[in-house]
């Protein structure tokens, strides 16, 4: 109980400083402000570093220069349109919009309550974040708002849902059941980093196959652990507004003929998907990038998706009557992101401005040149690099861009001590996605601000943040552990892909 109390008060502490911090407008604002200075306070004192792969001299760039002045006018509106998730999030939202106000998600989260027994509730929801990042970034925004209601509906706190499928769809990014889209990513980076030591090895896509599956399980017990032993008692009693609707009733005979309707709809629009993959020439098949048309237009499908389904549900139940109800209805979701917009405005030109400072570059190369020069070697080595990259994770959002950064330089160095290059990712992996959840340089932080901002209008930065931090500690821990765990044990971490290499001689 006194370890309990001890946290709690840790937790509160994150809380009250971060929620001292102003509107998260406000600070976006002036992280701007920060950056601008910082960068010519230190391009001033001519801080550089060499890129490790292409040799070239990477300097602070000042802000305050001619050039960038004109570029942060210039590019404004340009670094608006370009936010990463401001399409995703507004295009999906027109979609999950009609489903939601017809009354299909309502409908559903009333079926699926009756389904899924309460005592596996939170482990199915976490299990789906994790299963989610094969859609890429979808799972933010279909899912983290779906996790919240799910939990209003039964009488449990929103902001603890949110916070399970935020946890298992960012903080296990790295986890899944199959391969994803970043074991390519990764891979194709380990390689070229692994060519420097040894001109003919691969890292394959299954280089991590193994952990990452047995991983998806780890991190489902510790996400629901979290959830029903911290956040939940932390988060305390939840009483819903009268503008939150979260009673759920026995389903009309009209509603149950609308989630039929619904379902139909569905499985037919589903089908029609599944034809673009029956021929070689298929719409959603290429010769050369498999699946790539598939994935590129994941965001307009599930906006379809939810647009067709939530219209055939809402006609069927009588809670549409005509296309203005529709547009009524699109209308009122646009118009509840109005928060989020803005956000969005501010928060891409800090991490516009931040890029452009060479800021989060200096600071990546400069921490992987200090571990190395550390001299650490063996299961210390690999926790410091787990460390390492999760720091860096705080000021650079990429996976892929750290790794680039990171791979060329401790991929050959753990080769040279005799680790293969498919450790190296693995343990990276671990610290890449633990302190996603922790991070407001995510671009997605906003996104589940705006989310719990439907809960709790006066949410800030310290309150999420100090509800994801004991997920961030606890998948940072255990992974960590099962990580030394198979090294201990041999296990190799997927098909081919040994823990443990040959160390090159001096000759090769």
Same mark, same amino acid.
């Given at each position: *109980?006194?370890?309990?109390?001890?946290?709690?008060?840790?937790?509160?502490?994150?809380?009250?400083?971060?929620?001292?911090?102003?509107?998260?407008?406000?600070?976006?604002?002036?992280?701007?402000?920060?950056?601008?200075?910082?960068?010519?306070?230190?391009?001033?004192?001519?801080?550089?570093?060499?890129?490790?792969?292409?040799?070239?001299?990477?300097?602070?760039?000042?802000?305050?220069?001619?050039?960038?002045?004109?570029?942060?006018?210039?590019?404004?509106?340009?670094?608006?349109?370009?936010?990463?998730?401001?399409?995703?999030?507004?295009?999906?939202?027109?979609?999950?919009?009609?489903?939601?106000?017809?009354?299909?998600?309502?409908?559903?989260?009333?079926?699926?309550?009756?389904?899924?027994?309460?005592?596996?509730?939170?482990?199915?929801?976490?299990?789906?974040?994790?299963?989610?990042?094969?859609?890429?970034?979808?799972?933010?925004?279909?899912?983290?708002?779906?996790?919240?209601?799910?939990?209003?509906?039964?009488?449990?706190?929103?902001?603890?849902?949110?916070?399970?499928?935020?946890?298992?769809?960012?903080?296990?990014?790295?986890?899944?059941?199959?391969?994803?889209?970043?074991?390519?990513?990764?891979?194709?980076?380990?390689?070229?980093?692994?060519?420097?030591?040894?001109?003919?090895?691969?890292?394959?896509?299954?280089?991590?196959?193994?952990?990452?599956?047995?991983?998806?399980?780890?991190?489902?017990?510790?996400?629901?652990?979290?959830?029903?032993?911290?956040?939940?008692?932390?988060?305390?009693?939840?009483?819903?507004?009268?503008?939150?609707?979260?009673?759920?009733?026995?389903?009309?005979?009209?509603?149950?003929?609308?989630? *039929?309707?619904?379902?139909?709809?569905?499985?037919?629009?589903?089908?029609?998907?599944?034809?673009?993959?029956?021929?070689?020439?298929?719409?959603?098949?290429?010769? +050369?990038?498999?699946? +790539?048309?598939?994935?590129?237009?994941?965001?307009?499908?599930?906006?379809?998706?939810?647009?067709?389904?939530?219209?055939?549900?809402?006609?069927?139940?009588?809670?549409?009557?005509?296309?203005?109800?529709?547009?009524?209805?699109?209308?009122?979701? *646009?118009?509840?992101?109005?928060?989020?917009?803005?956000?969005?405005?501010?928060?891409?030109?800090?991490?516009?401005?931040?890029?452009?400072?060479?800021?989060?570059?200096?600071?990546?190369?400069?921490?992987?040149?200090?571990?190395?020069?550390?001299?650490?070697?063996?299961?210390?080595?690999?926790?410091?690099?787990?460390?390492?990259?999760?720091?860096?994770?705080?000021?650079?959002?990429?996976?892929?861009?750290?790794?680039?950064?990171?791979?060329?330089?401790?991929?050959?160095?753990?080769?040279?001590?005799?680790?293969?290059?498919?450790?190296?990712?693995?343990?990276?992996?671990?610290?890449?996605?633990?302190?996603?959840?922790?991070?407001?340089?995510?671009?997605?932080?906003?996104?589940?601000?705006?989310?719990?901002?439907?809960?709790? +209008?006066?949410?800030?930065?310290?309150?999420?943040?100090?509800?994801?931090?004991?997920?961030?500690?606890?998948?940072?821990?255990?992974?960590?552990? *099962?990580?030394?765990?198979?090294?201990?044990?041999?296990?190799?971490?997927?098909?081919?892909?040994?823990?443990?290499?040959?160390?090159?001689?001096?000759?090769?």
């Amino acid at each position: *109980m006194a370890t309990k109390g001890k946290l709690s008060g840790i937790l509160d502490r994150v809380e009250r400083i971060g929620n001292r911090l102003p509107d998260p407008i406000t600070l976006f604002l002036i992280l701007c402000g920060l950056v601008v200075i910082s960068s010519w306070i230190l391009a001033s004192m001519g801080l550089s570093v060499v890129h490790p792969v292409s040799q070239e001299t990477i300097a602070v760039d000042s802000l305050l220069s001619a050039k960038n002045i004109q570029r942060m006018l210039h590019e404004m509106v340009s670094n608006f349109s370009a936010f990463p998730p401001l399409g995703l999030v507004l295009v999906t939202m027109i979609g999950i919009g009609v489903a939601e106000r017809s009354g299909l998600v309502a409908a559903g989260l009333t079926k699926l309550v009756m389904a899924v027994p309460q005592s596996l509730l939170t482990a199915t929801l976490v299990f789906a974040g994790i299963s989610a990042n094969v859609a890429a970034d979808a799972g933010y925004v279909v899912l983290t708002p779906l996790g919240a209601m799910l939990f209003a509906a039964v009488g449990r706190h929103p902001l603890a849902g949110l916070a399970a499928v935020f946890a298992g769809v960012s903080g296990g990014f790295s986890a899944n059941l199959i391969v994803t889209s970043l074991d390519p990513l990764l891979g194709g980076i380990s390689t070229t980093a692994a060519q420097i030591i040894d001109p003919s090895y691969v890292v394959d896509v299954t280089a991590n196959f193994y952990f990452n599956f047995v991983s998806t399980f780890l991190l489902v017990i510790v996400g629901t652990f979290v959830t029903h032993r911290i956040v939940e008692p932390r988060l305390g009693t939840w009483s819903a507004g009268e503008d939150v609707d979260t009673e759920l009733k026995a389903l009309t005979k009209d509603e149950q003929k609308g989630l *039929m309707a619904a379902c139909l709809t569905l499985l037919g629009f589903t089908a029609l998907v599944l034809l673009g993959f029956v021929s070689d020439d298929g719409v959603f098949r290429d010769p +050369k990038t498999g699946m +790539k048309p598939f994935m590129d237009a994941l965001v307009p499908l599930l906006m379809l998706g939810f647009l067709l389904a939530g219209v055939a549900y809402g006609v069927v139940a009588k809670t549409i009557k005509s296309d203005k109800d529709v547009s009524a209805m699109t209308a009122d979701s *646009m118009a509840s992101m109005g928060g989020y917009i803005v956000l969005a405005f501010v928060a891409a030109q800090f991490i516009a401005y931040f890029s452009w400072s060479n800021i989060g570059m200096v600071t990546a190369i400069s921490g992987a040149a200090a571990l190395k020069a550390i001299g650490f070697t063996g299961l210390p080595l690999i926790l410091a690099f787990i460390a390492v990259s999760a720091g860096l994770n705080l000021l650079i959002g990429s996976a892929s861009a750290k790794w680039a950064i990171m791979g060329p330089v401790f991929v050959p160095m753990l080769m040279l001590l005799g680790y293969s290059p498919e450790l190296a990712q693995a343990a990276y992996r671990i610290g890449d996605s633990t302190t996603n959840i922790i991070t407001p340089l995510m671009p997605y932080f906003p996104v589940i601000i705006a989310f719990a901002k439907k809960y709790d +209008k006066s949410i800030g930065l310290g309150t999420l943040i100090a509800t994801m931090l004991p997920y961030s500690v606890g998948f940072f821990l255990m992974w960590a552990v *099962m990580l030394l765990v198979w090294m201990v044990f041999g296990i190799p971490l997927g098909p081919d892909a040994p823990l443990l290499i040959e160390p090159p001689s001096a000759s090769q």
